[in-house]
C-alpha cells in the first residue's frame, strides 16, 4: 500500500501519511518456536498457582472456588480454540485489536486494545506486589515500594535487551516454577501433610455446608479469583510476528499451555487448601505456597530454598506479561491508536519506550492503591480481571462476526468446537464479568478502571483517530479485505 493508496477513512478512522521508512524503524525479530511459545504462556499465567487464587477461599469457599475453577477453565479452553484460529488468520503482534480491527473496525479495535491495556499493565502490577509477599517474610526490612521498583527495573531490561534472551529466560524461569509446585505437591503428600477436611474448615454462613460455606452465591464471587489459574494465555498471539512459524506453533503452544494450567490449578487448589490451618489459613496469607512449604518440610533451612524457588513462579509471569504490554502498546502505537514515538525500537530490535511507560504506568497503580491502605493486591487483580474479560466477550463476539462475514479469510487452523465453542466462551465470558463486582469492597477499583476507559476512548475519539496508520500490518489486512468487500 503506497502514499497515494492511503485511505482517507475507515469507520470512526481516518488515515494520514508517514515518512519513508516509518515501518523500518518499527520491525520485530522472529525468535521462537513452539516450545519457547509455550513457556511464555504459561510463565504468563504460572504465578496465578503462587498467589491471587486465595482470595477466592474468602470469597466462596474450597467448594466455592472449586467449581468456579472448572467454570473458568471451560471459559478459557473456548477462548484458546478461537484465538488459536484467529492467530493463524491474522498473524499479527496487535493479538486481540488485530481480531477486532478486521471484525468491527477501528473504534471497536482500540476499545479491546484499551481493555488488554488494563490486563497486561496492571497483571504485572498484581504479580509485583505477590513478590514483595513472599520476599518481605525472608529478607525483612525492605519497603514494599523497594521491591516493586527493584523488581521492574531489573525485567524490564531485560526485555529491552533482546527477544531472544526473553524467550531464553522465560523458558527457564517457567519450568523452575513448574519444578517448584510438583516439589510442593509431592512434598504435601509424602509427608502426610495433606488433609481434606482442612479444607473444609472455613466456617459456613447459616443454612450453608462445609463444602459451599457461601452457598451458591460464593462460586459467583470466587469466578474472579478463579481466572486468576488461567488469565494472560490470551497474551500468546501478540508474538504472532516473533514466531518462527505461526501457523504451526501458535495453536500448538496455546492448547498445550491450556491443559498444563489447568492441571497445575487443579493440584494448587486440592493441596495447598488441604495443609494443616486449612483454607481459613491459606484465604489470609499473601504467601500461600509458604504455608504448604513449611507444613511439609518444618522450620528447616530447606523451606527458605523452597520458598525462593517458589518465587520464580511470580517473577515467570511478571518477566512474560511485562512482554505482552510491550508488544500492545507498540502495536497500537505503530497503527497510530497511541503516540507514534512508542513503537520506535531500540537497536535490539525491541520496544524500549512502550516497555518503560508500562512499568512507571504499573510501579504508580502499586503506590496509588497502596498508599488507600487497600488489600492491593486483591484490588489489581480485581482490575485487571475487569479489564481482561472485557476484551475476552469483544474478541469472542469478533470470532462470531468473521465466521459470518468472512468465511473465505485463510484459516490455517481451525477451532474444532468453532462457533458453538465461541458461543458458550461468551456467555461464560459475560457471566465472569459481572462476578468483578461481588464483592462490594473491590467494586471501587472497577469503577476506576470503568473510568480509564472513557477517558482513554476520549482521547481516541478526539486525537488519534484522526491519525491513523494504513501501513500498519493489523490496518493494511483489514483495509484491503474491506476494499475487496466494496469491489464484489
Given at each position: 500500500?503506497n502514499?497515494?493508496?492511503?485511505?482517507k477513512?475507515?469507520?470512526?478512522?481516518?488515515?494520514?501519511?508517514?515518512?519513508d521508512?516509518?515501518?523500518?524503524?518499527r520491525?520485530l525479530k522472529?525468535?521462537?518456536?513452539?516450545?519457547?511459545l509455550w513457556?511464555?504462556?504459561?510463565?504468563?499465567?504460572?504465578?496465578?498457582?503462587?498467589?491471587g487464587?486465595?482470595?477466592?477461599?474468602?470469597?466462596?469457599?474450597?467448594?466455592?472456588?472449586?467449581?468456579?475453577?472448572?467454570i473458568?477453565?471451560v471459559?478459557y479452553f473456548?477462548?484458546?480454540?478461537c484465538?488459536?484460529?484467529?492467530?493463524?488468520?491474522?498473524?499479527?503482534a496487535?493479538?486481540?485489536y488485530?481480531?477486532?480491527?478486521s471484525a468491527?473496525g477501528?473504534?471497536?479495535?482500540?476499545?479491546n486494545?484499551?481493555?488488554?491495556i488494563?490486563?497486561?499493565?496492571?497483571?504485572p502490577?498484581?504479580?509485583?506486589?505477590g513478590?514483595?509477599?513472599?520476599?518481605k517474610?525472608?529478607?525483612?526490612?525492605i519497603?514494599?515500594?523497594?521491591?516493586?521498583?527493584?523488581f521492574?527495573?531489573l525485567?524490564?531490561?531485560?526485555?529491552i535487551?533482546?527477544?531472544?534472551?526473553?524467550?531464553?529466560?522465560?523458558?527457564i524461569?517457567?519450568?523452575?516454577?513448574v519444578?517448584?509446585?510438583?516439589?510442593?505437591?509431592?512434598g504435601v503428600?509424602?509427608?502426610?501433610?495433606?488433609?481434606y477436611?482442612?479444607?473444609?474448615?472455613?466456617p459456613?454462613d447459616?443454612?450453608?455446608s462445609?463444602?459451599?460455606?457461601?452457598g451458591?452465591?460464593g462460586?459467583?464471587?470466587?469466578?474472579?479469583f478463579?481466572?486468576?489459574?488461567f488469565?494472560a494465555?490470551?497474551q500468546?498471539?501478540?508474538?504472532a510476528?516473533?514466531?518462527?512459524?505461526?501457523?504451526?506453533?501458535m495453536?500448538?503452544a496455546?492448547?498445550?499451555?491450556?491443559?498444563?494450567?489447568?492441571g497445575l490449578?487443579?493440584?494448587?487448589?486440592?493441596i495447598?487448601?488441604a495443609?494443616p490451618?486449612?483454607?481459613?489459613?491459606v484465604?489470609?496469607?499473601?504467601?500461600?505456597?509458604?504455608?504448604g512449604?513449611?507444613?511439609?518440610?518444618?522450620?528447616?533451612?530447606?523451606?527458605t530454598?523452597?520458598?525462593?524457588?517458589?518465587?520464580?513462579?511470580?517473577?515467570?509471569?511478571?518477566?512474560?506479561?511485562i512482554y505482552?504490554?510491550?508488544r500492545?502498546?507498540f502495536?497500537?502505537?505503530?497503527?497510530?491508536y497511541?503516540?507514534?514515538?512508542?513503537?520506535?525500537?531500540s537497536?535490539y530490535?525491541?520496544?524500549?519506550?512502550a516497555l518503560?511507560?508500562g512499568?512507571v504506568?504499573g510501579?504508580?497503580?502499586c503506590?496509588?492503591?497502596?498508599?488507600?491502605?487497600a488489600?492491593?493486591?486483591?484490588a489489581l487483580?480485581n482490575?485487571a480481571?475487569?479489564?481482561s474479560?472485557?476484551?475476552?466477550v469483544?474478541?469472542?463476539i469478533a470470532?462470531?462476526?468473521?465466521?459470518?462475514?468472512?468465511?473465505?479469510?485463510?484459516?490455517?487452523?481451525?477451532?474444532?468446537l468453532?462457533t458453538?465453542?465461541?458461543g458458550?466462551?461468551l456467555?461464560?465470558?459475560?457471566?465472569?464479568?459481572?462476578?468483578?463486582?461481588?464483592a462490594?469492597?473491590l467494586?471501587p477499583?472497577?469503577?476506576g478502571?470503568?473510568i480509564?476507559i472513557?477517558?482513554m476512548?476520549?482521547y481516541?475519539w478526539?486525537?488519534?483517530r484522526?491519525r491513523l496508520?494504513?501501513?500498519a500490518?493489523?490496518?493494511?489486512?483489514?483495509?484491503?479485505?474491506?476494499a475487496?468487500k466494496?469491489?464484489s
Amino acid at each position: 500500500m503506497n502514499d497515494e493508496s492511503v485511505p482517507k477513512r475507515a469507520g470512526s478512522g481516518s488515515y494520514v501519511a508517514v515518512e519513508d521508512g516509518y515501518l523500518d524503524s518499527r520491525r520485530l525479530k522472529k525468535s521462537a518456536g513452539w516450545g519457547m511459545l509455550w513457556a511464555l504462556g504459561v510463565g504468563a499465567v504460572i504465578s496465578g498457582d503462587f498467589f491471587g487464587w486465595q482470595y477466592g477461599l474468602t470469597a466462596g469457599g474450597f467448594g466455592g472456588l472449586l467449581i468456579a475453577t472448572l467454570i473458568a477453565a471451560v471459559m478459557y479452553f473456548c477462548l484458546v480454540l478461537c484465538i488459536a484460529e484467529l492467530s493463524t488468520a491474522l498473524p499479527h503482534a496487535g493479538g486481540f485489536y488485530s481480531f477486532t480491527r478486521s471484525a468491527f473496525g477501528p473504534g471497536v479495535a482500540y476499545l479491546n486494545g484499551v481493555t488488554d491495556i488494563i490486563e497486561y499493565v496492571v497483571t504485572p502490577a498484581v504479580v509485583v506486589v505477590g513478590i514483595a509477599g513472599y520476599l518481605k517474610a525472608l529478607v525483612p526490612g525492605i519497603p514494599d515500594w523497594g521491591w516493586w521498583l527493584g523488581f521492574y527495573v531489573l525485567f524490564v531490561g531485560i526485555n529491552i535487551r533482546g527477544t531472544a534472551l526473553t524467550f531464553r529466560i522465560s523458558l527457564i524461569i517457567t519450568l523452575l516454577a513448574v519444578s517448584a509446585l510438583l516439589v510442593f505437591f509431592v512434598g504435601v503428600l509424602a509427608t502426610g501433610s495433606f488433609h481434606y477436611a482442612d479444607a473444609l474448615n472455613i466456617p459456613p454462613d447459616p443454612g450453608q455446608s462445609a463444602f459451599l460455606p457461601k452457598g451458591l452465591y460464593g462460586i459467583f464471587a470466587a469466578l474472579p479469583f478463579a481466572i486468576w489459574f488461567f488469565l494472560a494465555i490470551e497474551q500468546l498471539p501478540l508474538a504472532a510476528e516473533e514466531s518462527h512459524d505461526v501457523v504451526r506453533d501458535m495453536p500448538r503452544a496455546l492448547i498445550l499451555g491450556i491443559f498444563t494450567l489447568l492441571g497445575l490449578a487443579l493440584l494448587t487448589l486440592v493441596i495447598n487448601s488441604a495443609i494443616p490451618g486449612g483454607a481459613r489459613a491459606v484465604a489470609a496469607t499473601d504467601a500461600p505456597l509458604n504455608l504448604g512449604f513449611t507444613a511439609a518440610f518444618g522450620g528447616k533451612a530447606t523451606t527458605t530454598v523452597l520458598s525462593l524457588i517458589s518465587v520464580t513462579g511470580l517473577i515467570a509471569s511478571f518477566h512474560a506479561i511485562i512482554y505482552a504490554y510491550g508488544r500492545l502498546l507498540f502495536a497500537l502505537s505503530r497503527a497510530g491508536y497511541l503516540p507514534r514515538g512508542l513503537s520506535v525500537v531500540s537497536r535490539y530490535q525491541t520496544p524500549h519506550r512502550a516497555l518503560i511507560v508500562g512499568a512507571v504506568v504499573g510501579f504508580g497503580m502499586c503506590v496509588l492503591i497502596s498508599s488507600f491502605k487497600a488489600n492491593v493486591g486483591a484490588a489489581l487483580l480485581n482490575m485487571a480481571v475487569f479489564g481482561s474479560v472485557i476484551s475476552y466477550v469483544i474478541v469472542l463476539i469478533a470470532y462470531l462476526k468473521l465466521a459470518k462475514s468472512r468465511p473465505e479469510l485463510p484459516r490455517p487452523y481451525k477451532s474444532p468446537l468453532g462457533t458453538f465453542g465461541a458461543g458458550v466462551g461468551l456467555i461464560l465470558a459475560v457471566i465472569c464479568l459481572l462476578a468483578t463486582f461481588a464483592a462490594p469492597d473491590l467494586r471501587p477499583g472497577v469503577v476506576g478502571t470503568a473510568i480509564f476507559i472513557g477517558v482513554m476512548f476520549a482521547y481516541y475519539w478526539l486525537y488519534s483517530r484522526h491519525r491513523l496508520v494504513a501501513h500498519a500490518p493489523e490496518e493494511e489486512i483489514a483495509l484491503i479485505a474491506e476494499a475487496e468487500k466494496e469491489l464484489s
